[in-house]
Every structure is written in structure tokens, then in C-alpha cells.
């Protein structure tokens, strides 16, 4: 089993800026599907 190697800082920024514009054209309903994805996908929190 492999183990998951933490995102550097700029992966981080890189991927989130790519999902920006999927978050805004997303509707509410699904806005909490991507923010749980962005999570778990970088490691960071929600707050």
C-alpha cells in the first residue's frame, strides 16, 4: 500500500486554482461536493 505524500505549497495553489473555476459555475447543491474534494485531495480544511 502507498503511502500519500503531502502537497507542496505550490501543487496546493496550482490545483486549487484550477478547481476556482469549476467551484464558481457549480451550483449550492454541488459546491459542498468540490469543497469536500479540494479537502481531502490537499489535506487542508474547510474553515
Not at 486554482?17 to 489535506?43: C, F, S
Request: aromatic content about 6%; hydrophobic content about 30%.
Amino acid at each position: 500500500m502507498h503511502k500519500k505524500l503531502p502537497m507542496s505549497f505550490s501543487e496546493k495553489r496550482k490545483y486549487l486554482l484550477l478547481m476556482k473555476p469549476r467551484y464558481k459555475k457549480a451550483p449550492k447543491k454541488e459546491k459542498h461536493i468540490l469543497l469536500d474534494e479540494m479537502q481531502q485531495v490537499t489535506g487542508l480544511h474547510r474553515k
